[in-house]
């Protein structure tokens, strides 16, 4: 019964990701800030579909269940409802309540999760049990080797989580208060570490092949340093440039490990053209990191940036392991298969692309490439709800109705 609990709530974080994937494309378009993009790109998207998964993926990873069932429920509506608030905080002249107010419910939610996830697997803190079974005993020292940095990326999501309270609260800030920090905390710090960390558990299986394990342990120990000099040094100085060379090497290291693992493979999924893409999209934008580090900055390359690594790393990667887990072949629904999958990779890949060199040159590609993206977010988005309707709240909901006529 915990496991169905848990995979009824994975679904609605899945889904929350999906719709905030498709908000942000909307706000980009509506040429609202960039910070409104930032949290329901980062916080709405790419963590929520990151906790919904973490729930079911970590305990398991680390040989236990996890310790309180009903967490998801209690943390799903705080983040939710703290991921709108702080969004609307970013519109010019909302309510001075929506941040404050946005920041105390997301910082809660983060905090449920963290409680869950840390009593759950205190006793195997280091990841040494791995549920790693005998058919696969040859996984067990890369598995090891991941599960040990899951702890430091749980670290990494409570600073953040307490520098975006410290944001909009009196709460004194990390640093200086510079929001890019805590940017980078949390979508390097935590998210592409958890990418790196349980993308060698998952990803070796799926493909059905071995990564080299000399790059396993330097993209999890340049991916686990980098974040927080990144974020310490921000926005220059020779740290700045340490911790960019760091994170270069983590994302092409790994983006070299899924090429040989996608090489080496002889299967053929949907899903895996998602991390494909991803991990191309994680090259280009780690290599405007380093020109930051060594140039400068400048306002187009920043958001160039922030959508190649958001939206192209964390996000194609993450829509590519979605499909993995919900394959959309398996659905009867009109019009949803791996066609439409293929698809929306597709239209947000190259949207990506268009994006990048209308910002980089100032011309009209930009506008064309972010509607390109946003036909994307909306087909992935329609592609899961269409999935998890007719799969299981449908299912759910004509037992419902069949107990009411009864």
């Given at each position: ?5 848990i ?30 993009g ?9 963590l ?7 729930y ?45 107010v ?64 410290a ?69 220059s ?21 899924y ?14 053209y998602?991390?494909l893409?991803?991990v ?20 187009a ?41 293929l ?19 100032g ?44």
């Amino acid at each position: 019964m915990t496991a169905v609990r848990i995979s009824r709530w994975s679904r609605f974080f899945v889904t929350a990701g999906a719709v905030s994937f498709v908000l942000w494309q909307l706000a980009l378009l509506a040429g609202l800030p960039r910070r409104v993009g930032v949290v329901l790109g980062l916080y709405g998207f790419v963590l929520h579909v990151v906790f919904g998964k973490a729930y079911s993926l970590v305990p398991t990873y680390f040989d236990r269940t996890l310790r309180f069932s009903l967490a998801p429920a209690i943390h799903f509506p705080l983040t939710v409802t703290g991921t709108v608030c702080l969004a609307v905080a970013a519109i010019p002249a909302t309510h001075p309540l929506f941040a404050p107010v946005g920041g105390v419910l997301w910082a809660a939610g983060v905090a449920v999760f963290l409680g869950t996830i840390g009593s759950t697997i205190r006793d195997n803190p280091t990841g040494r049990e791995t549920a790693t079974g005998e058919a696969n005993a040859d996984r067990r020292g890369v598995d090891r080797v991941a599960n040990l940095f899951v702890p430091i990326a749980l670290a990494y999501l409570a600073v953040g989580a307490y520098g975006t309270l410290a944001l909009s609260t009196p709460l004194p800030v990390l640093v200086d208060g510079y929001p890019p920090r805590v940017t980078h905390l949390l979508a390097a710090g935590s998210v592409a570490l958890l990418v790196f960390a349980i993308g060698f558990r998952l990803l070796p299986r799926f493909l059905v092949a071995a990564p080299p394990r000399p790059l396993v342990v330097l993209v999890l120990g340049t991916g686990a340093v980098g974040p927080a000099l990144l974020a310490v040094s921000l926005p220059s100085g020779p740290w700045f440039r340490v911790g960019a060379v760091a994170e270069a090497t983590a994302v092409v290291g790994f983006a070299v490990a899924y090429l040989t693992l996608f090489a080496r493979s002889d299967r053929s999924r949907i899903g895996f053209y998602g991390v494909l893409a991803g991990v191309v999209a994680g090259i280009a934008g780690v290599g405007l990191g380093l020109r930051f580090a060594i140039g400068g900055t400048a306002s187009a390359l920043v958001a160039v940036h922030l959508r190649l690594n958001v939206a192209g790393f964390l996000g194609l990667t993450i829509v590519g392991i979605t499909y993995q887990f919900y394959p959309p072949a398996v659905g009867t629904v009109p019009g949803v298969g791996d066609r439409t999958a293929l698809a929306s990779i597709g239209f947000v890949a190259a949207g990506l692309a268009l994006e990048a060199v209308g910002l980089l040159t100032g011309t009209g590609l930009t506008l064309l490439g972010r509607s390109s993206v946003g036909v994307g977010a909306c087909l992935f988005a329609g592609i899961v709800v269409a999935l998890f309707y007719e799969r299981h709240w449908q299912p759910t909901l004509q037992t419902l109705l069949s107990s009411g006529e009864r």
